[in-house]
């Protein structure tokens, strides 16, 4: 099976430790979500390759500005970061419910031992 231009372009995109061969590495499941997502974006036309290079590679020269290390250990904090921005730009969501959900997986990450799944509640249906 081939793979997806847009998913090559992406996996090409990442750096070496992020990458084995022709596949991306991840080192946590929000980091695939997040991947996914952009793929995902570009490949259903609601962003293009090149506002996604530009917004990623804004992000990747501000990282130090963010706090975010220079070591490449904040890499997909970078991918999240231009993902939300072009979200917003593109007014693809709702910015105040986007706000809502990232203060509320914040909480609930942190209420959760280490080991168990983050389990976020949906209030609206308490």
Known sequence: ????????RCIAQLPKDFRDGAEPVFREPWQAQAFALA?????????SWDEWANALGDEIRCAADHGIAE???GYY???LRALEGL???KELADT???????ARWRQAYEQTPHGLPVELVDVSRV
Do not use: C, Q
Not at 1 to 8: F, K, L
Not at 39 to 47: N, R, T
């Open 39 to 47: 793929v995902h974006l570009i490949d259903g036309g609601l962003i």
């Open 96 to 102: 105040d419910e986007l706000a809502d959900l990232s």
């Open 77 to 79: 904090e970078l991918w």
């Open 87 to 89: 979200v917003a730009i």
């Open 1 to 8: 099976m081939n793979r997806p231009e847009t998913d090559s």
């Open 71 to 73: 070591d490449g250990s």
